[in-house]
């Protein structure tokens, strides 16, 4: 069983809804089952609205009580079930989370974010209920296992990385011609390939936007390509130097929250610096930032945007690494996770895998190989040269 749990408007209905139909568990929402009834109840009867009442703690306790009785009939019958609601107490090793377990095996998915974010979408949606509910108090980490998901991700980036935890992984392609191929090096993307740094991207974008009043969703379609792209879509000509100022501020202060994917330290590890690099669309100090962040050593070898006239799906980043390397690009790897970095490796002669976590694999398709984790693979050393292996989890061969 799953239970998603987050406050007001972090977006847990819409993630337990594609949860379940991905699953193909049934889906059981504390406010579908309980808030038709009690919105149905005169307020005098309950001495104000009941999510202000006086007699609110009974109120939770009782709607509680029927979410895990529906749900104990729901996993006897069906087996599991998706489990949808705030579970601010269950959160904490107490009475709640102990009653929760009596259901059945639990994983708890947590979605987190900010406060201005989650008021932002309770603003925008309008509900009523959200007239009567008491502000967020401050936030109390959870004293149970979770899987943490960032609310700044779009549903389908937090499936793909909640299925991952869950360990629903997809299958890697075997036999693939990619197996079978030989390299002298590896160049690699970092944001969204070594470093998990969607929600941060979209984090200090939605800031940028909201500090100038312009739509921050550019940023979800433009994903791999360099700020200053965005910069000069978004802004006019006088105000663009400013503007990129600004922005990389806000992602090097935000770079904090950001982890390496799974598998990325081993896999990177794995290989000695000449024959690795990093090619990325950051600026130089961003990368630092969040390869540092991440606990990836910045290799000899790192093509930023600094370096280039035109960056990714345009080949010279890719040319440049390769050149840097001593190597015959066609002759590389390049491991990404957009379409514009699979396009900008493709065009300079690069063989390519991606990994699925900012996009789907069905937007990676142009890639020679998609995988849901950089843990899936690892690298061997045979005959001088670098070959990819389906890997058992984050094993590592060192063979250099």
């Known amino acids: 069983m799953v239970a998603v749990a987050g406050v007001a408007g972090s977006g847990k209905t819409t993630l337990g809804r594609a949860l379940a139909k991905t699953l193909g568990a049934p889906l059981l929402d504390l406010d579908t089952m309980t808030n038709p009834l009690l919105d149905s109840l005169p307020a005098e009867a309950l001495g104000g609205h009941w999510l202000a009442s006086p007699h ?80 967020d108090g401050p936030s109390t980490p959870p004293s149970i296992p979770v899987i943490s998901v960032d609310a700044e991700l779009t549903t389908e980036q937090q499936l793909l990385r909640v299925l991952v935890a869950l360990d629903r992984r997809s299958p890697v392609e075997a036999p693939n011609p990619l197996f079978a191929a030989g390299f002298d090096a590896v160049l690699f993307d970092i944001d969204g390939t070594l470093a998990d ?17 312009i739509p921050a969703k550019a940023v979800a379609d433009n994903h791999g390509r360099p700020a200053r792209h965005l910069i000069d879509l978004l802004l006019p000509a006088d105000k663009a130097e ?13 770079a904090v929250t950001v982890r390496p994917t799974p598998g990325a330290l081993d896999l990177f590890g794995s290989l000695p610096d000449s024959r690795r690099a990093v090619v990325t669309s950051c600026s130089a ?10 606990g990836l050593v910045t290799p000899p070898v ?17 040319l440049l690494a390769a050149e ?42 142009e890639a020679d190989l998609v995988v849901d984790g950089l843990d899936r693979v690892r690298f061997a050393s045979r005959d001088a040269r670098i070959h990819l292996i389906v890997g058992p989890g984050n094993g590592v061969e060192r063979s250099y």
Request: net charge positive; with cysteine; aromatic share 4%.
């Open 56 to 135: 609110r703690a009974t109120i939770r306790d009782g709607r509680y009580a029927a979410l895990l009785t529906v749900a104990v009939d729901v996993v006897a019958t069906a087996g599991t079930a998706v489990l949808v609601a705030p579970f601010t107490a269950e959160l904490q090793k107490d009475d709640a989370w102990n009653r929760l377990r009596t259901v059945a095996d639990v994983r708890v998915v947590h979605l987190t974010g900010a406060p201005d974010l989650f008021a932002e979408r309770r603003a925008a949606r309008g509900a009523d209920r959200d007239r009567h509910r008491a502000p």
């Open 197 to 213: 740094s969607t929600a941060s991207v979209l984090r200090s974008w939605r800031r940028f936007a909201t500090e100038h009043g």
């Open 242 to 254: 400013a503007g990129l100022a600004r922005i990389t501020a806000i992602e090097i202060e935000d």
């Open 285 to 294: 100090p961003l990368a630092r930032a969040r390869m540092a962040a991440a």
């Open 302 to 318: 790192t093509v930023t945007a600094d370096d280039v006239r035109t960056g990714k799906p345009d080949p010279e980043p890719y």
């Open 324 to 365: 840097r390397l001593g190597v015959d690009p066609a002759r590389c790897l390049a491991v990404e996770d957009a379409a514009a970095g699979i396009r900008s490796a493709l065009a300079a002669g690069c063989t390519v895998l991606a990994v699925t976590g900012t996009s789907a694999a069905a937007e990676l398709k």
